[in-house]
């Protein structure tokens, strides 16, 4: 069963403070990896798409990598105004392309 | 500006009643999906369009009936209410389901079932 699991459920950091978001998955032929970002009340918004191992891509502050088991959203030195909770998805080759959506990494960057 | 509008923000909804959550896409998109989100389960998808005229069942299309007479619109229909259906509800659009690429998403529409 294809199946997408985030870590940390939550994550405090001070700004300027670098960390990690994991998002592990388990799928019958990735066709894609997301990554989106959802404000408050907001509907998520779209960060970056990686389609094989070892590609990287970035934005500002954020930047995506992935293996064959997991993708890392890496955020350098962070701002309150990144504070957002972080959405994963995949979508597979097989069941209708359908996206698998994580349940999400809350962060909170206190300035 | 383009995106897509969801109607409405926000219902309370007794039990047993018939609810229509409507969305529409001005980007001519030919993919769209209803997904709920529930604290810690994350987005699951209910039902999904190809293309107009086309639906299908996703992981929790239970309770939910949708259409797609046309490109734009893309509405949700719980046909009789129940408790369970507490959630907020998201529209999203993607230029085609085979293509990896974003989904457009809607702001929510965030519905109480008493």
């Known amino acids: 069963e294809d199946q997408v699991t985030q870590s940390p459920e939550a994550l405090r950091l001070q700004e300027g403070e670098s960390s990690s978001l994991n998002c592990s998955y388990t799928v019958s032929g990735l066709r894609g990896l997301f990554w989106y970002r959802q404000d408050p009340g907001k509907g998520p918004e779209f960060l970056f798409t990686l389609y094989s191992a070892g590609e990287e891509k970035e934005k500002e502050r954020l930047k995506a990598t992935l293996t064959k088991k997991e993708s890392f959203l890496h955020i350098t030195a962070p701002k309150p105004e990144d504070s957002a909770t972080y959405l994963c998805a995949v979508q597979a080759n097989t069941g209708g392309f359908k996206t698998i959506f994580g349940a999400g990494t809350r962060l909170f960057v206190k300035a | 500006i383009a995106g897509i509008t969801q109607a409405p923000t926000s219902q309370i909804l007794a039990a047993g009643r018939r609810m229509t959550l409507r969305c529409t896409q001005d980007?001519?998109?030919?993919?769209m999906y209803w997904y709920r989100q529930d604290l810690g389960l994350g987005l699951r998808l209910i039902h999904y369009?190809?293309?107009?005229?086309?639906?299908g069942k996703g992981e929790v299309p239970d309770g939910y009936s949708v259409s797609r007479a046309n490109t734009d619109d893309f509405p949700l229909t719980l046909a009789s209410a129940v408790p369970s259906q507490t959630s907020v509800y998201f529209c999203?659009?993607?230029?085609?389901?085979?293509?990896?690429?974003?989904?457009?998403f809607g702001e929510g529409s965030r519905l109480t079932v008493l």
């Open positions: 369009s190809n293309t107009a005229g086309t639906t």
């Open positions: 980007m001519r998109h030919n993919a």
């Open positions: 999203a659009s993607s230029s085609s389901s085979a293509i990896t690429g974003e989904l457009f």
